[in-house]
């Protein structure tokens, strides 16, 4: 998964990326001083591997990741190549979705400074995105509309496409666009920038992050996304960079005295593996414990392919035991007598935190 951070620039993209990377990104406030992308891997925290991993006592542990990318500030006209213009554009086509920081305070320091308005810095960035996909839409109704007078199947192609156009120029992003599910196909390439689903992040600083229930940009903003369908959470990327500072021994000790149950990464994960529909399945054995990342509603064989291409086409039949189950019994011997781990067929639904082991054959 890969999750790009976007967001006017001076909004605290570099400093939000640097705490939950790790890295040691550039920040300064004055425009585009994230010139290059800068790109971050994390495991995704999970207690289940741990676990796990104290039964098996395997050789490797391998945690799911996600990727950060931090993408330069957009700056308003980006659509017609304004500040960092088709190079902003093209990184963010690379991503899965985005997480848009929107800076809650107001910071006299900042460069060119006025007063933080959410609302406004939203539909800055939603407008560039719904722009660029314009131009996209117009080129591939033109492509459309030529392919239909030799056959005729591309008639439905250029009808979506000019009811897409009529939406996008009523300034409504992609993602709100009535589609048919058969239809999601002609646009998965991630030509389509406002197609993408978007968590807000809302920065604030420490005085608005301890009182939320009164703090109106982050309430505006809530009630912005709630409107749309989308996520936003609330985080304060300086004090996120400050816990990150500390040795890992103390973050939770740190946390625990802010009141705070868990670290911005833990709840943004959370929150992507969400919007996405995402889940994780487990792998467990003396060589390797893992966890692997899959689309909710997946079944055993899509499963098996997310490991290797040739175990999903030789399925056969996967061995599948919940984790609780197994933590319960405590080996998996004794929830093999319990009658707890069953076989499943290719029509399994796999669920959220199952142990699978998979059954194949490959002829030759």
């Given at each position: 998964?890969?999750?790009?951070?976007?967001?006017?620039?001076?909004?605290?993209k570099s400093t939000l990326f640097n705490a939950l990377t790790g890295a040691k990104a550039e920040t300064a406030?004055?425009?585009?001083?994230?010139?290059?992308?800068?790109?971050?891997?994390?495991?995704?925290?999970?207690?289940?591997?741990?676990?796990?991993?104290?039964?098996?006592?395997?050789?490797?542990?391998?945690?799911?990741?996600?990727?950060?990318?931090?993408?330069?500030?957009?700056?308003?006209?980006?659509?017609?190549?304004?500040?960092?213009?088709n190079k902003f554009l093209a990184h963010i086509r690379q991503t899965d979705a985005l997480v848009h920081v929107v800076r809650c305070f107001d910071n006299p320091d900042i460069y060119g400074d006025d007063r933080a308005d959410p609302l406004r810095d939203v539909d800055i960035l939603n407008t560039e995105l719904v722009?660029?996909?314009?131009?996209?839409?117009?080129?591939?109704?033109?492509?459309?509309?030529?392919?239909?007078?030799?056959?005729?199947?591309?008639?439905h192609e250029a009808e979506l496409f000019e009811?897409?156009?009529?939406?996008?120029?009523?300034?409504?992003?992609?993602?709100?666009?009535?589609?048919?599910p058969e239809d999601a196909p002609l646009f998965a390439d991630g030509g389509l920038l406002s197609l993408k689903p978007v968590i807000y992040a809302a920065n604030l600083d420490e005085d608005g992050y301890a009182d939320l229930e009164h703090n109106e940009r982050y309430l505006a903003l809530k009630e912005l996304a709630e409107k749309e369908g989308e996520r936003a959470m609330p985080v304060?990327?300086?004090?996120?960079?400050?816990?990150?500072?500390?040795?890992?021994?103390?973050r939770q000790m740190f946390l625990d005295d802010l009141g705070i149950k868990e670290s911005g990464l833990s709840r943004l994960i959370n929150c992507a593996y969400d919007l996405l529909g995402?889940?994780?399945?487990?792998?467990?054995?003396?060589?390797?414990?893992?966890?692997?990342?899959?689309?909710?509603?997946s079944r055993?064989?899509?499963?098996?392919?997310?490991?290797?291409?040739?175990?999903?086409?030789?399925?056969?039949?996967?061995?599948?035991?919940?984790?609780?189950d197994l933590m319960a019994c405590g080996n998996m011997q004794t929830a093999k007598e319990k009658g707890l781990v069953r076989s499943e067929g290719k029509d399994y639904v796999v669920k959220d935190g199952d142990i699978i082991l998979f059954r194949f054959n490959v002829s030759k």
């Open positions: 998964m890969k999750l790009g951070i976007v967001g006017l620039p001076n909004v605290g406030s004055y425009q585009f001083s994230t010139i290059t992308p800068n790109v971050g891997v994390v495991q995704v925290p999970d207690e289940r591997l741990d676990r796990l991993a104290e039964l098996y006592e395997p050789e490797k542990v391998t945690f799911a990741s996600i990727e950060f990318v931090d993408i330069a500030g957009l700056a308003k006209g980006a659509s017609r190549g304004e500040g960092l213009g722009l660029a996909d314009i131009e996209v839409v117009e080129r591939r109704l033109d492509k459309a509309k030529k392919n239909a007078k030799g056959d005729k199947k591309y008639l009811k897409l156009l009529e939406h996008l120029n009523e300034g409504r992003a992609a993602r709100f666009f009535d589609m048919a304060c990327a300086r004090l996120e960079q400050d816990i990150n500072d500390l040795p890992e021994d103390e995402l889940m994780s399945f487990l792998t467990a054995g003396k060589p390797e414990v893992r966890a692997w990342t899959i689309k909710k509603g055993a064989p899509q499963a098996a392919g997310k490991i290797h291409s040739d175990i999903e086409r030789g399925f056969i039949r996967a061995e599948v035991v919940s984790f609780d």
